[in-house]
């Protein structure tokens, strides 16, 4: 069961990434944040998380790309107007969300101030677009 699961987890990520090539480096999915939790603790470049800073985590692009998130719901206005779509550019600098998310179309995670750049936090998970700018 467990050789199931990494194998199914596989195969979404490598169609996720596919699919983002394929799209001039653009995938459609779902973010969500991690924030004070984290902070201290070491990411996959070997540096120190810092909620504070405008830093995602995707197992999909390389550490140290730039991408640009850009929040596709209507709801994620924090004012409840509609608006111009809502982005914010952020460095790959860790790897998630965590695997077993990535079934359930996680495409990436957004450190707390990048996701309140999109939404408010209580949402929890939104609906975004991503694309690699380097």
């Not at 394929?22 to 944040?33: C, H, I, P, R, V």
């Amino acid at each position: 069961m467990k050789l199931r699961s990494f194998v199914l987890v596989c195969w979404t990520m490598v169609t996720l990434a596919l699919t983002a090539s394929a799209n001039d480096q653009k995938a459609t999915g779902y973010a969500s944040w991690y924030g004070e939790d984290h902070r201290g603790r070491l990411m996959a470049n070997g540096k120190k998380f810092n909620p504070d800073k405008l830093t995602a985590a995707s197992w999909f692009y390389p550490l140290g790309t730039r991408v640009r998130v850009t929040a596709l719901d209507e709801n994620t206005s924090r004012r409840g107007t509609k608006s111009t779509p809502r982005t914010v550019l952020v460095t790959i600098t860790d790897r998630g969300p965590a695997k077993e998310l990535v079934r359930g179309g996680r495409i990436i995670d957004l450190g707390h101030a990048a996701f309140k750049k999109l939404a408010h936090p209580d949402l929890g998970l939104i609906q975004v677009q991503v694309q690699a700018l380097n």
